[in-house]
């Protein structure tokens, strides 16, 4: 079932949230060890346990582990909250066999560890499994059926991990990879009707077994003609909801919001796409949704971030204004055990001397919370507190944001683990590092 509905399409927009208890506090950042060029990082926690898990996109791997890829994923895990780790090490050790991209972590309530990443293009996306905090490692267990090409993973589970689903971009069409063996197998649904170049940048699962994602779709250059081996497309995007039924087999598209062309990415290798809008999602422990999402009304100039609320899915609240200051990208939303409980975090340029100068200078990552559905939020806190200990770190913040993602997690007791990506501008992949805080 394929159901299109338009909601909501925002003429004018309210003012920002307004910021009222007490504030945040987090520990100062830390870099993520070992020197390597990290790309973007995720993180896990453990639902029933202290246990808390980062995985990171080790740029050159092979470098140092002989039996890595070009491009490999190395997991750690911290067993007391994220106050130690353990130290980091590859998932899968599959030298000669391409890159590795893109890392998904959830923990199922038994304390199975589920890594989804991208294994190259075909197989594409992967799962392994562990159910020894990552010591050993089942897998890889492929998904992709008669896909010859995947890309851009975002993983969830339901609490159980018995019912695994994985949102993927296979071009100018949106699948989701969905399994009720707890990921030994895996059936394809295509859950797109339009041609756009379709990414999903968050998802969820909710109390009563509905599973939703946040997606772009974007038009554009490399869209026009269907230059398929392209993609990191030009034009507008398309903000959706997708919902999905517990079993995978109904499913409607949601039209949210669209925002104009990105604003540019100047540095070398750096895709057309890479500040376009994005949107993520969380339902809380009543099924409440939230979405926070950015876009532009101009082609080129800064996003704001925007936030929705919904009880089903399938009709939203008129969008709030969140953050309108500098350009905001990236955001992660995750909800707290409680009802009403979210937890933002996203990246912005506010410090800069100006905000369009090709992606470049004075970048922080900030967190804000909400106890009661969005309606207000706590003052912003800005977790990238250090103004030195690397090169591409200033008092204003850092160079560049080192890929366009990032985690953010809630553990058993309520505390929020960030990990974000940090890097001097040189060029996309280079130079840079990881790092990451916790708080409450």
Same mark, same amino acid.
């Given at each position: 079932?394929?159901?299109?509905?338009?909601?909501?399409?925002?003429?004018?927009?309210?003012?920002?949230?307004?910021?009222?208890?007490?504030?945040?506090?987090?520990?100062?950042?830390?870099?993520?060890?070992?020197?390597?060029?990290?790309?973007?990082?995720?993180?896990?926690?453990?639902?029933?346990?202290?246990?808390?898990?980062?995985?990171?996109?080790?740029?050159?791997? +092979?470098?140092?582990?002989?039996?890595?890829?070009?491009?490999?994923?190395?997991?750690?895990?911290?067993?007391?909250?994220?106050?130690?780790?353990?130290?980091?090490?590859?998932?899968?050790?599959?030298?000669?066999?391409?890159?590795?991209?893109?890392?998904?972590?959830?923990?199922?309530?038994?304390?199975?560890?589920?890594?989804?990443?991208?294994?190259?293009?075909?197989?594409?996306?992967?799962?392994?499994?562990?159910?020894?905090?990552?010591?050993?490692?089942?897998?890889?267990?492929?998904?992709?059926?008669?896909? +010859?090409?995947?890309?851009?993973?975002?993983?969830?589970?339901?609490?159980?991990?018995?019912?695994?689903?994985?949102?993927?971009?296979v071009k100018l069409a949106s699948y989701v990879a969905v399994s009720h063996d707890a990921g030994q197998s895996f059936a394809q649904v295509q859950t797109s009707n339009e041609s756009l170049w379709w990414y999903s940048y968050g998802g969820t699962y909710a109390p009563d077994g509905s599973v939703?994602?946040?997606?772009?779709?974007?038009?554009?250059?490399?869209?026009?003609?269907?230059?398929?081996?392209?993609?990191?497309?030009?034009?507008?995007?398309?903000?959706?909801?997708?919902?999905?039924?517990?079993?995978?087999?109904?499913?409607?598209?949601?039209?949210?919001?669209?925002?104009?062309?990105?604003?540019?990415?100047?540095?070398?290798?750096?895709?057309?796409?890479?500040?376009?809008?994005?949107?993520?999602?969380?339902?809380?422990?009543?099924?409440?949704?939230?979405?926070?999402?950015?876009?532009?009304?101009?082609?080129?100039?800064?996003?704001?971030?925007?936030?929705?609320?919904?009880?089903?899915?399938? +009709?939203?609240?008129?969008?709030?204004?969140?953050?309108?200051?500098?350009?905001?990208?990236?955001?992660?939303?995750?909800?707290?055990?409680?009802?009403?409980?979210?937890?933002?975090?996203?990246?912005?340029?506010?410090?800069?001397g100006c905000w369009d100068c090709g992606g470049l200078g004075s970048w922080n990552t900030w967190y804000s919370q909400t106890t009661d559905g969005g309606g207000t939020w706590t003052a912003s806190v800005r977790l990238s507190n250090l103004g030195g200990g690397a090169p591409y770190k200033t008092?204003?913040?850092?160079?560049?944001?080192?890929?366009?993602?990032?985690?953010?997690?809630?553990?058993?007791?309520?505390?929020?683990?960030?990990?974000?990506?940090?890097?001097?501008?040189?060029?996309?992949?280079?130079?840079?590092?990881?790092?990451?805080?916790?708080?409450?």
């Amino acid at each position: 079932m394929a159901v299109a509905l338009l909601v909501l399409t925002p003429t004018s927009f309210n003012t920002a949230a307004t910021s009222v208890g007490s504030t945040p506090t987090f520990d100062s950042e830390q870099p993520f060890p070992g020197g390597g060029a990290y790309w973007e990082p995720t993180i896990a926690a453990d639902p029933s346990s202290s246990y808390v898990y980062q995985a990171v996109t080790y740029i050159n791997a +092979s470098k140092t582990c002989s039996g890595c890829p070009g491009t490999a994923i190395f997991l750690r895990s911290s067993k007391d909250g994220g106050a130690t780790w353990g130290e980091a090490r590859p998932v899968s050790l599959a030298r000669g066999r391409g890159w590795q991209f893109d890392p998904q972590i959830k923990v199922a309530t038994d304390g199975t560890v589920y890594v989804v990443f991208l294994q190259t293009f075909n197989p594409g996306s992967v799962l392994f499994k562990s159910t020894d905090h990552g010591a050993t490692w089942s897998g890889p267990f492929t998904m992709n059926g008669p896909i +010859s090409y995947n890309d851009k993973p975002i993983l969830v589970i339901s609490p159980s991990g018995q019912d695994v689903y994985v949102a993927l971009n296979v071009k100018l069409a949106s699948y989701v990879a969905v399994s009720h063996d707890a990921g030994q197998s895996f059936a394809q649904v295509q859950t797109s009707n339009e041609s756009l170049w379709w990414y999903s940048y968050g998802g969820t699962y909710a109390p009563d077994g509905s599973v939703y994602f946040a997606q772009a779709g974007e038009a554009g250059a490399k869209t026009n003609g269907k230059r398929t081996n392209q993609g990191h497309t030009d034009g507008i995007q398309k903000i959706f909801v997708l919902k999905m039924n517990h079993e995978g087999t109904a499913w409607e598209n949601v039209y949210v919001d669209t925002s104009a062309v990105a604003t540019s990415c100047a540095i070398s290798a750096c895709y057309a796409d890479y500040f376009a809008a994005q949107a993520s999602i969380a339902a809380d422990a009543a099924g409440n949704l939230l979405l926070a999402y950015t876009r532009n009304d101009v082609n080129g100039t800064a996003h704001k971030m925007y936030l929705r609320t919904s009880s089903d899915g399938a +009709s939203w609240s008129s969008p709030v204004v969140f953050n309108d200051q500098g350009d905001n990208n990236f955001p992660a939303v995750v909800a707290g055990p409680s009802a009403g409980d979210f937890r933002l975090a996203w990246q912005d340029n506010r410090n800069a001397g100006c905000w369009d100068c090709g992606g470049l200078g004075s970048w922080n990552t900030w967190y804000s919370q909400t106890t009661d559905g969005g309606g207000t939020w706590t003052a912003s806190v800005r977790l990238s507190n250090l103004g030195g200990g690397a090169p591409y770190k200033t008092p204003h913040g850092y160079a560049f944001p080192d890929g366009d993602y990032f985690g953010l997690a809630v553990d058993s007791v309520g505390t929020n683990h960030v990990i974000w990506g940090e890097a001097d501008g040189s060029s996309l992949y280079c130079c840079g590092g990881t790092w990451y805080t916790r708080g409450a």
